[in-house]
């Protein structure tokens, strides 16, 4: 699995290069520096880098880091699974208007709580704010992709394909994790 150790100086220059070293691409710059970590954050030695290249205060880079709630400066699952907790959702068919319901499928097919990272790192619990799917609630995100209209079994097949590493087929509309 990939942490910040893994994650290069070269490809994280390449990163800034990518947005021409422009310190008003902070935010694009600091999310694709968390994507490529593999454990979605940003750890502090690329901070520091950017600060440096894009020659913007250490304080701000954190500023940003810690204001916004899609950034993280401790490592998460390599997985963040963002389960939509507003109301549309919470009265979607599919969760009989238990907000509670989702969050429990999903802990019980993970195995840990809401805001825990599983010991794999494979997997991290999250709550987020409507993603605007809220037409196929129950939803979750996971990194750009929304899966809606969730039920006890689609949530066990999407964390048996984030475990394995296989989430493609999930996307695939497969109604399981092909293995
Ligand atoms: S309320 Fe859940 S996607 Fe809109």
Redesign the pocket.
Same mark, same amino acid.
């Given at each position: 699995m990939n942490d910040a150790r893994e994650l290069t100086e070269d490809a994280v220059l390449k990163i800034m290069e990518g947005y021409g070293n422009d310190s008003q691409q902070l935010i694009a710059v600091l999310l694709d520096i968390q994507a490529a970590s593999g454990r979605n954050y940003v750890d502090r030695q690329w901070a520091l880098l950017a600060s440096k290249i894009l020659a913007v205060p250490l304080s701000k880079i954190f500023d940003v880091l810690t204001f916004y709630a899609m950034f993280s400066v401790t490592p998460r699952g390599e997985y963040l699974i963002e389960i939509?907790?507003?109301?549309? %959702?919470?009265f979607?068919s599919g969760c009989s208007g238990r907000a509670q319901q989702v969050v429990d499928w999903f802990e019980g097919a993970a195995k840990i709580k809401m805001g825990q990272t599983s010991a794999d790192g494979k997997i991290t619990l999250a709550r987020?704010?409507?993603?605007?799917? %809220?037409?196929?609630?129950?939803?979750a995100k996971i990194g750009d992709d929304?899966f809606?209209d969730l039920n006890g079994e689609k949530v066990t097949a999407l964390v048996k394909c984030c475990r394995e590493g296989n989430l493609n087929q999930f996307q695939n509309e497969a109604p399981q994790c092909q293995n």
């Open positions: 939509c907790q507003s109301a549309p %959702c919470h979607s987020t704010s409507c993603v605007g799917a %809220c037409e196929i609630g129950p939803v929304v809606g």
